[in-house]
């Protein structure tokens, strides 16, 4: 009887990045687009970002992962696959939601940035006033 690796997967979206990660039992390996995450993500900031929830649930050597994002910048990205890992964990171990939800990584960041508006320099920016 050969034993199959489970996989948990769940997809996460900041700003205009959406993320498909794909966890499964392994030695701590972060793969993004086919990249390492240190190759992937240059700051250090954003690479702290993607690991929070596996250290959050202390499982940063138990698990693999392998995250496939598009869209938006790197901050954005490294939201999205935050997300998604901190989604994934919840769905193979329904305890660690509660240290997560504490941590705040199974919130969504809702802010999106404001479109810009017909006739005006900018989202909120007007021009001028001039009385005369």
Same mark, same amino acid.
């Given at each position: 009887? +050969?034993?199959?690796?489970?996989?948990? +997967?769940?997809?996460?979206?900041?700003?205009?990045?959406?993320?498909?990660?794909?966890?499964?039992?392994?030695?701590?390996?972060?793969?993004? =687009?086919?990249?390492?995450?240190?190759?992937?993500?240059?700051?250090?900031?954003?690479?702290?970002?993607?690991?929070?929830?596996?250290?959050?649930?202390?499982?940063?050597?138990?698990?693999?992962?392998?995250?496939?994002? =598009?869209? !938006? !910048?790197i901050t954005g990205q490294a939201g999205?696959?935050? %997300?998604?890992?901190?989604?994934?964990?919840?769905?193979?171990?329904?305890? %660690?939601?509660?240290? %997560?939800?504490k941590e705040g990584h199974l919130r969504?960041?809702?802010?999106?940035?404001?479109?810009?508006?017909?006739?005006?320099?900018?989202?909120?920016?007007?021009?001028?006033? +001039?009385?005369?």
């Amino acid at each position: 009887m +050969s034993e199959t690796t489970t996989i948990f +997967s769940a997809t996460g979206r900041r700003k205009r990045a959406s993320a498909r990660v794909r966890i499964k039992p392994g030695s701590g390996e972060i793969t993004v =687009n086919g990249k390492t995450c240190a190759e992937f993500f240059p700051t250090e900031q954003a690479q702290r970002a993607v690991a929070a929830p596996l250290i959050t649930a202390e499982k940063q050597d138990s698990f693999d992962v392998i995250a496939r994002v =598009n869209g !938006g !910048g790197i901050t954005g990205q490294a939201g999205a696959v935050s %997300l998604g890992i901190a989604r994934a964990l919840q769905k193979y171990d329904a305890e %660690l939601r509660a240290p %997560l939800k504490k941590e705040g990584h199974l919130r969504r960041d809702p802010r999106e940035k404001e479109r810009k508006k017909t006739g005006q320099p900018g989202a909120r920016k007007k021009f001028q006033f +001039s009385k005369r």
